[in-house]
């Protein structure tokens, strides 16, 4: 084999390897962003139900697209008028933003909706009672929505 032979099949054989690593690394990245993701979410979510005392399983925190939703399941507020409502929202709104500020993977949420919802049973269909949704301004805070 000559010099140049080898010379080539060595940095064939480095490409080959970082190939590997690269693709290796780049499989294991969704699955780490994906458990970072539901760690903020938890956290968000554990902040809410100390901070307005609820019970866990009355918050659920969820992100899709551009929007995070917090679903205020058979809260004590369904019963409450709009106003009532507004209130908690903004204290939500307000944990949901400081719990997201600076992480990237939710550098894409517009708007913070928070539902307020009637199921009977876990497993049975939703009724929404209320919705307050947040939208982010050009400074990045966000900001009660009203139509």
Same mark, same amino acid.
């Given at each position: 084999?000559?010099? *140049?032979?080898?010379?080539?099949?060595?940095?064939?054989?480095?490409?080959?390897?970082?190939?590997?690593?690269?693709?290796?690394?780049?499989?294991?990245?969704?699955?780490?962003?994906?458990?970072?993701?539901?760690?903020?979410?938890?956290?968000?979510?554990? +902040?809410?139900?100390?901070?307005?005392?609820?019970?866990?399983? +009355?918050?659920?925190?969820?992100?899709?697209?551009?929007?995070?939703?917090?679903?205020?399941? *058979?809260?004590?507020?369904?019963?409450?008028?709009?106003?009532?409502?507004?209130?908690?929202?903004?204290?939500?709104?307000?944990?949901?933003?400081?719990?997201?500020?600076?992480?990237?993977?939710?550098?894409?949420?517009?708007?913070?909706?928070?539902?307020?919802?009637? =199921?009977?049973?876990?497993?049975?269909?939703?009724?929404?009672?209320? +919705?307050?949704?947040? =939208?982010?301004?050009?400074?990045?805070?966000?900001?009660?929505?009203?139509?």
């Amino acid at each position: 084999m000559t010099r *140049n032979s080898r010379h080539l099949v060595t940095t064939l054989g480095a490409m080959i390897g970082w190939l590997f690593v690269a693709l290796t690394a780049a499989q294991a990245q969704p699955a780490a962003l994906a458990a970072k993701r539901a760690d903020v979410l938890g956290n968000i979510q554990a +902040s809410i139900v100390t901070t307005i005392g609820a019970e866990g399983q +009355s918050v659920k925190v969820t992100s899709g697209g551009t929007v995070l939703i917090v679903a205020r399941v *058979n809260s004590n507020l369904n019963s409450a008028n709009h106003e009532g409502r507004n209130n908690e929202a903004k204290v939500i709104a307000a944990l949901v933003a400081k719990g997201i500020g600076g992480e990237l993977q939710f550098g894409k949420i517009t708007a913070i909706r928070v539902d307020y919802l009637a =199921r009977s049973a876990p497993t049975l269909k939703s009724k929404t009672i209320d +919705s307050v949704e947040f =939208r982010k301004d050009p400074d990045g805070a966000f900001g009660l929505h009203q139509t």
